[in-house]
């Protein structure tokens, strides 16, 4: 396979997918007007996409170990741009979230595979650039879905939005042919696992944007009914065996916490620009890109740093960078737009850099018959930190509004800061636990 072609026309089918989660978020007040919804109806077009997302890329991770990768990726790209196809003409809430669901049924196979092509095509000594080229991807669009959705939406409606994501068509002919055929593989399903862990998925993801108890009484539960079942059965959905590496499990704190920061970020940068600021959608993201863009710039060095200085040194170099951003933003994120844009130019490129070491490292110490199964976990836990920070920083927003906005957005970096503090905590332990194991 040649990964120096592969890689990024792959990265290209990522970047559309994850910028299909942001470019909506500016187009909800417009969809509720037209559709005529509430505020709180009109939040599922956003979270079913992004649970449907979450669990469908565990799904195509899991499954690569026993289907050929290109029997998948073509599952997965003709139902997501058949659905977008859809969409483009859906004119009620009911056919809209349909779309949406059924784009989030087949989105997963992008992000879910992108990581099992890499650990498994590309030997490690490069494999670092073609896994910092994903992480830059996926920065770049978080920042540019904002933009992108903001511009379609004003001058074409946001039914406009689906023909975006409907360009997969033209991508899949082309990755299909770049990729390597693989050799028929045993195959046996565990579909009630499969069950369970969208069971537990929905269950927590709902709990926690919902703020519901009944959901979270179903979700601890189902989790319990899930370990008794990974206990009794020798091949299940989620392997057992990834939990029993400890440097794995090690490395799924660090993923979740990685997420929490990136996201939590995201998510109060644009509202400080507009309630402090009062900035428009379109300034909001104009002002957030740069900071993207950069991040994709930086992926040629970012992964030739990976590959020449280990994946611990541009982790360990990524979390300090992190955190002295979120310590200014702390100290003074309402005195300026240009702190945010300036912050935000180091913010992005470190995020992108810590995703990009961390996966590759547990692709590095993941052995090959848990690959599909250990990257797949390794997303869902970070798509729950992801999850989980957003619904926290609003509750924690709405909690501390009550002093002043600028106090509030101070306490929820805070929080962010000493997340960040326990994630190089986590990494800390981590390295060294791998120099006493290398001394031995």
């Not at 501390?400 to 190089?424: G, Q, R």
């Amino acid at each position: 396979m040649n990964d120096k072609v592969v890689m990024p026309v792959w990265t290209f089918g990522l970047f559309i997918v994850i910028m299909n989660t942001t470019m909506f978020n500016v187009s909800i007040p417009s969809i509720i007007q037209d559709i005529g919804v509430s505020a709180s109806l009109g939040s599922w077009i956003i979270s079913s996409y992004s649970i449907g997302y979450a669990l469908s890329t565990v799904i195509y991770s899991r499954l690569s170990d026993v289907l050929a990768i290109r029997r998948l990726l073509t599952v997965g790209l003709l139902i997501l741009g058949l659905a977008s196809v859809f969409g483009i003409f859906a004119q009620s809430f009911e056919t809209l979230l349909f779309a949406r669901i059924a784009q989030s049924a087949g989105a997963g196979v992008t992000a879910g595979l992108g990581l099992v092509i890499a650990s498994r095509y590309i030997p490690y000594e490069r494999r670092g650039r073609s896994i910092a080229l994903i992480s830059a991807g996926s920065a770049m669009a978080f920042g540019m879905g904002p933009i992108v959705g903001g511009v379609i939406t004003e001058f074409i409606g946001w039914n406009g939005l689906f023909g975006v994501t409907s360009l997969v068509l033209i991508l899949l002919p082309v990755l299909l042919w770049l990729l390597p055929r693989e050799q028929p593989k045993p195959f046996r399903f565990d579909i009630w696992g499969a069950v369970l862990t969208i069971v537990n998925a929905v269950a927590l993801l709902t709990a926690v944007t919902q703020r519901s108890l009944i959901w979270l009484i179903v979700g601890i539960l189902s989790i319990a009914l899930h370990t008794w079942h990974l206990k009794r059965n020798k091949e299940s959905f989620i392997n057992p065996e990834i939990f029993a590496i400890p440097k794995y499990r090690k490395l799924l704190l660090i993923g979740f916490c990685i997420l929490v920061l990136n996201l939590g970020n995201l998510f109060i940068m644009p509202l400080v620009l507009a309630n402090v600021f009062g900035h428009s959608p379109l300034i909001i993201g104009l002002t957030i890109a740069p900071g993207a863009v950069l991040s994709a710039f930086m992926t040629r060095f970012v992964g030739r740093w990976i590959d020449r200085y280990g994946n611990m040194r541009v982790l360990a170099s990524a979390h300090v960078t992190l955190a002295l951003v979120l310590i200014v933003f702390w100290m003074i994120v309402g005195t300026s737009t240009m702190v945010i844009l300036m912050g935000y130019l180091f913010f992005s490129p470190a995020a992108s850099a810590s995703l990009a070491s961390l996966n590759n490292e547990t692709s590095r110490i993941l052995p090959s018959n848990l690959i599909g199964s250990g990257m797949g976990f390794m997303q869902l836990i970070q798509f729950f930190g992801g999850s989980i920070s957003v619904a926290v920083c609003g509750i924690l927003l709405e909690y501390e509004h009550k002093h002043s906005l600028i106090h509030a957005y101070e306490f929820v970096y805070m929080v962010l800061i000493a997340v960040c503090i326990c994630s190089l905590c986590g990494l800390l332990r981590y390295i060294l636990a791998s120099r006493r194991g290398t001394e031995q």
